[in-house]
């Protein structure tokens, strides 16, 4: 054994290594070697490398800014780039910054571009208690009558003091002003708390009919029957600027007031939840239940917040055989939480009542696909489901009328518009009841008017009139819309690529396969919509806006009036992922990050995610395109 001299051992603690002949201190691996002229922070090189750590590493892997002043991080640049030299935190941070107003900038322009904007609007929480507001812009893009759904974060700054209505409206509105977007303001989408539908209900300027709108203009009424008349004028007059609900919240409460009026399930549903978390937690049982059905079977963590977290873990437990399930239970100590076939036959039946609901919350949700489309299709035929399943249920019937009265009471808009519902109240003061949700449901060549034949429960002579005030309302929007004069002319008749699968919750909706005469000669609007409907019918399951790029010379005045509905989202999920990116760079280890810095992070972090999606959209219809030659 050796020993060191004092004055290594002093060295050492002042941090010079120099234990033994020729061993290198960690500064001369940090510092540039003699002669080795460094790059100045101007050169190419150095860009490049600094551009990389920022957004590769700090915004792209998350990493925290602290990693650029780590000595290892700077031996291994000095390692990779000799020349190479290291920039500080503080540049670091003013970059950040830079990026975000380089974002921003290009964030306005491509509003400009836009006649009218959709935006979810929600408050977070981070885990230091720091409330921010998020704002995110929905629109289409029209490049070449080729559209693409937009969506872009305009905001998700710090919200300090109380979140009451008045504050949230002020914010708004200045966020608004920041992007020249409150004169394109078209529908705002949040959840139902009480100070976002103050917000926006109260203290938001209220819509007023544009300049243009000339609503007592006798040719904008020239094809709508007179009895629907003054129905399409209170709806018009009311169609900008207004406040929507969120679709999977309001759906998540009907979920909750039905499980919240049956008891019956508390037994089953404590006996699963206690073995999920046993087995998360024990080491035993979880060995006990791979050799049983393998490592590769699981079952999921439930979200107490989270009614569809439940729901799959239950689906997952009633995957399994009974027997198997409770001699697995019984001979691991656990024989309390064996089930009962009476226990058995109830989880069997919720997850076929309910799997519906989750199916509908997860179509509604998407952010580069359309939406909101699938919101009234998915409302009646939820309540078609409840009708069938009232006739089938055995333990659950309880369930299934308490569903029911819940989604026809949080839902009544829709009801009242498809005169299934004959409240006195006027549609559009009731909870969905605008109008945009019947347009953009027509519109979408793969409901179009089904659901009114399939499960709207009504004489047909009523249908009839749902019907032809749907095609007014359409009527009256197209022809306020403005078709450049390239945009006429016949179908081009691309290959739509390979249809689309019908989910489940629509497996009662029927293509016709009888092809009609369509007469392509009249170029109104009345005739587009006639054909419209006659080539949907015949249309085979297409992706929306691949039809309605085919058909964008077919149906031009459709075409704008499908572009403008289509673009709003049904629900405020876009906003809440941008929540969700936030708790992930707000690591526990990270707390100490300053609330510019994280809204600067999430910001350029949002819009690299997007372009990622955007690239690999582009690059899937480019292979299919490929594959189509």
């Not at 199916?359 to 489901?385: F, R, Y």
């Amino acid at each position: 054994m050796s020993f060191c001299s004092f004055t290594e051992f002093t060295n050492a603690k002042k941090g010079r290594l120099t234990f033994g002949e020729g061993q290198s201190s960690m500064e001369s691996f940090i510092v540039q070697p003699t002669g080795m002229q460094a790059y100045n922070q101007g050169h190419p090189r150095q860009k490049a490398i600094t551009e990389s750590i920022i957004n590769d590493l700090i915004i792209s892997c998350n990493l925290p800014l602290s990693l650029i002043e780590k000595p290892s991080f700077r031996h291994f640049l000095s390692v990779v780039e000799e020349k190479y030299s290291p920039v500080s935190r503080c540049t670091v941070t003013r970059r950040l910054s830079e990026l975000a107003a380089d974002k921003e900038a290009k964030i306005k322009l491509k509003l400009q571009t836009t006649d009218t904007v959709s935006v979810t609007v929600d408050i977070w929480t981070d885990r230091t208690m720091r409330g921010f507001l998020g704002i995110t812009a929905h629109f289409m893009e029209l490049d070449k009558s080729n559209p693409r759904l937009q969506s872009v974060l305009l905001s998700c700054e710090r919200f300090t003091g109380s979140h009451t209505g008045e504050r949230i409206s002020e914010t708004f509105e200045e966020v608004c002003d920041n992007f020249n977007i409150k004169n394109k303001l078209d529908y705002i989408i949040s959840d139902n708390a009480s100070n976002m539908k103050k917000a926006f209900t109260v203290c938001f300027p209220s819509a007023t009919v544009m300049e243009d709108d000339d609503l007592e203009n006798g040719d904008l009424w020239e094809d709508v029957i007179e009895d629907y008349k003054d129905d399409v004028e209170s709806i018009q007059s009311s169609c900008r600027q207004k406040r929507l609900q969120c679709f999977a919240h309001s759906l998540q409460l009907v979920v909750r007031d039905g499980l919240k009026e049956v008891k019956v399930l508390n037994s089953a549903m404590a006996k699963v939840t206690k073995f999920c978390t046993l087995l998360h937690s024990t080491c035993g049982l979880k060995e006990a239940f791979e050799a049983q059905y393998g490592a590769n079977r699981s079952i999921p963590s439930a979200v107490v917040t989270r009614w569809n977290s439940t729901l799959r873990l239950v689906e997952a437990v009633t995957d399994l055989d009974l027997q198997n399930l409770n001699t697995l239970l019984d001979t691991q100590g656990h024989k309390g939480l064996c089930l009962s076939a009476r226990e058995w036959g109830q989880l069997k039946e919720l997850v076929e009542i309910l799997a519906p609901f989750l199916q509908a919350t997860d179509l509604t949700q998407g952010e580069k696909v359309v939406t909101l489309s699938a919101a009234l299709p998915c409302v009646l035929s939820l309540n078609s489901h409840l009708i069938r399943m009232l006739n089938s249920t055995r333990h659950l019937v309880g369930l299934v009328k308490a569903l029911q009265k819940s989604l026809q009471r949080r839902f009544q808009g829709i009801f009242v518009n498809v005169r299934m519902d004959d409240s006195s109240e006027a549609a559009a003061d009731l909870p969905f009841g605008d109008v945009v949700y019947m347009m953009s449901a027509f519109l979408d060549p793969s409901f179009c008017l089904f659901w009114l034949e399939q499960d709207v429960q009504v004489p047909d002579e009523v249908k009839s009139e749902v019907k032809e005030m749907m095609i007014d309302l359409v009527l009256a929007e197209a022809r306020k819309a403005t078709v450049p004069e390239s945009s006429s002319g016949d179908d081009d008749h691309e290959d739509s690529g390979p249809p689309a699968k019908t989910p489940r919750l629509f497996s009662g909706y029927r293509k016709k396969t009888t092809k009609k005469s369509v007469d392509h000669g009249s170029s109104s609007v009345q005739a587009q919509i006639i054909r419209y409907i006659q080539v949907a019918s015949d249309e085979d399951e297409v992706d929306c806006l691949e039809f309605w790029k085919r058909q964008s010379k077919a149906f031009p005045r459709l075409y704008f009036v499908a572009m403008r509905v289509l673009a709003v989202p049904a629900t405020s999920a876009p906003v809440e992922r941008v929540f969700s990116h936030g708790g992930l760079i707000m690591r526990p280890h990270r707390a100490r990050l300053s609330a510019k810095t994280l809204s600067y992070l999430l910001f350029i972090l949002i819009i690299l995610f997007i372009l990622s999606i955007l690239f690999i959209v582009g690059i899937r219809y480019l292979v299919k395109s490929c594959l189509l030659f």
